[in-house]
């Protein structure tokens, strides 16, 4: 039970390169500061247990998932959201993918998908289908567009080949 005049800590949060001072308990979860303090409304909230993924972020280029992620667990750790990818106007190859492979279709699930195959080709820059499969394994899409999602992120890790 909060004291009669109880008042939230002063919380600096860093995100997408950008810095963020706020009042908030430290058991306040981060996905609600995020959309709902910060307009950042990329990560969903889908099941509220972190079982689903729509709500994942990159918390030092980890992927977590923001809706059991309490603020006062964060500390000064970089946090990237879907609306950090975007560099100069210019999406993500990870972003430009799942456009070009249709691997999106409610959209519900895209950004906790991104985020966790951005951390999968950070650390396994050419990941095999079963590698992309295993890792993506805790994001959930409720519209099945599987395949086209392990295409995407397939097309990303080429392209970055390339480059």
């Not at 992620?69 to 964060?74: C, E, R, S």
């Not at 992309?132 to 890790?157: K, S």
Request: proline share 4%.
């Amino acid at each position: 039970m909060r004291p009669l005049f109880y008042m939230p800590k002063v919380t600096e949060l860093h995100i997408n390169g950008r810095t963020y001072a706020l009042q908030a308990d430290a058991d306040e979860s981060l996905l609600s500061v995020l959309r709902d303090r910060l307009g950042l409304t990329g990560s969903k909230y889908g099941c509220g247990e972190g079982q689903c993924g729509a709500c994942t972020v990159l918390i030092d280029g980890n992927p977590r998932r923001s809706c059991i992620t309490k603020v006062g667990a964060v500390g000064a750790k970089s946090i990237t959201t879907i609306e950090g990818l975007e560099k100069n106007g210019r999406l993500h190859p990870l972003q430009q993918a799942f456009l070009d492979a249709e691997a999106l279709q409610c959209g519900y699930c895209t950004s906790g998908m991104i985020l966790t195959a951005v951390a999968l080709l950070d650390s396994q820059p050419n990941p095999s289908e079963d590698q992309i499969r295993h890792f993506m394994q805790g994001n959930i899409c409720r519209c099945g567009t599987y395949p086209r999602i392990v295409e995407a992120i397939q097309r990303a890790a080429a392209a970055s080949k390339k480059s």
